[in-house]
C-alpha cells in the first residue's frame, strides 16, 4: 500500500527486468475479546467469553510481510499470536467437551486464537498514484485451542477440559491505499461465508513516513469468526481494539 521502491530485477522470458520490492512491519495490538464458544456443538454450554468465563483483555505482538512482483502474483504474509485467559464462575452447572463443571465455583479459562495468513494478490493499476487497490484471495490456519479448569459435578474433583483443532480458512481478499506523501491511509478486508459459519477481518490504518524507507503507523483491527458445527464446535467470537506498528519497505 505505497509506492514501491525497486530493489531487485527479475529477468523474465521476454527479457523484460520487472522490479521486485518488499515491506516488512512489526507492530502490537491490543485485543479485546467478545462472544461466546459451545462445545460440544449443539449440546454444550453457551459460555460468555467475558461474562462466564472472565477473559480479558490482552496486548500480543504481529508481524507481516508483502513481496510485490510485477505480472506474478504478490504474496502476503502475518502472523498474529491471540491467547487470553481469565477467571469466572457460572450460576448453573456448565457443560463443555465431557465435563459437566459445577455452578457457582471458580472457572479457570483459556483460549488460544493464533492466525498464520498466506495471501495471493494483484494491484490493481490506476493513473496518478494516489490509490492503489488490491485484490486476491487469502488463506488464514487458525490454532485453535479452549480449556477450562474447574470442579466437577459427580465427583468434585478439579478437572481440566481442552479442545484443541487447526482450521484453514479460504478467505477473500481487498486492500486499498490512499498515498498523500509523507501520509497515507491503508484499508484491508479479509471474508467469507460458508455452511452457517462466517469469518469477517477489517482493518483501517494512518501511516506516516518520516524516513522515504521507514513507515509507522496507527489504526484499527475488528475480527468476527462465527463458527457453525466445526470440529463441533460452535462459535461467536469478536476480537478488535488498536494497533500500533512500525516496518520498512524496500
Known amino acids: 500500500m505505497k509506492r514501491w521502491i525497486p ?11 520487472y522490479a521486485v520490492s518488499f515491506e516488512v512491519s512489526v507492530g502490537a495490538m491490543s485485543q479485546d475479546p467478545s462472544g461466546y464458544i459451545e462445545y460440544p456443538a449443539g449440546t454444550g454450554t453457551r459460555a460468555d467469553l467475558k461474562g462466564t468465563l472472565g477473559l480479558r483483555r490482552e496486548t500480543r505482538f504481529f508481524a507481516r510481510a508483502k513481496v510485490e512482483i510485477p505480472v506474478l502474483p504478490n504474496l502476503y504474509l502475518q ?3 491471540m491467547k487470553f485467559s481469565g477467571r469466572g464462575r457460572y450460576s448453573q452447572t456448565l457443560t463443555f467437551g465431557g465435563t459437566q463443571f459445577q455452578a457457582n465455583v471458580d472457572l479457570d479459562t483459556s483460549v488460544r486464537l493464533n492466525h498464520y495468513d498466506l495471501g495471493l494478490y494483484y494491484n490493481i493499476p490506476v493513473p496518478g498514484g494516489v490509490l492503489d487497490p488490491e485484490v486476491g484471495l ?3 490456519i487458525i490454532d ?4 477450562i479448569t474447574g470442579q466437577e459435578v459427580s465427583t468434585g474433583n478439579t478437572v481440566t477440559e481442552t479442545k484443541s483443532a487447526t482450521i484453514p480458512v479460504p478467505m477473500v481478499y481487498g486492500g486499498i491505499g490512499l498515498n498523500l506523501g509523507m501520509f497515507s491511509l491503508v484499508g484491508e478486508i479479509r471474508g467469507i461465508t460458508y455452511g452457517g459459519s462466517s469469518y469477517y477481518d477489517l ?3 494512518v501511516r506516516v513516513k518520516p524516513l522515504p524507507k521507514i513507515f509507522v503507523g496507527v489504526g484499527y483491527r475488528y475480527e468476527n469468526l462465527r463458527l457453525k458445527d466445526v470440529s463441533d464446535v460452535d462459535a461467536d467470537i469478536k476480537v478488535q481494539g488498536l494497533f500500533g506498528v512500525a516496518g520498512v519497505s524496500f
Open 79 to 81: 502472523y498474529i499470536p
Open 144 to 147: 485453535f485451542q479452549g480449556r
Open 203 to 205: 482493518t483501517g490504518e
Open 7 to 17: 530493489v531487485l530485477g527479475v529477468v523474465g522470458l521476454t527479457g523484460t527486468v
Open 138 to 140: 487469502n488463506v488464514r
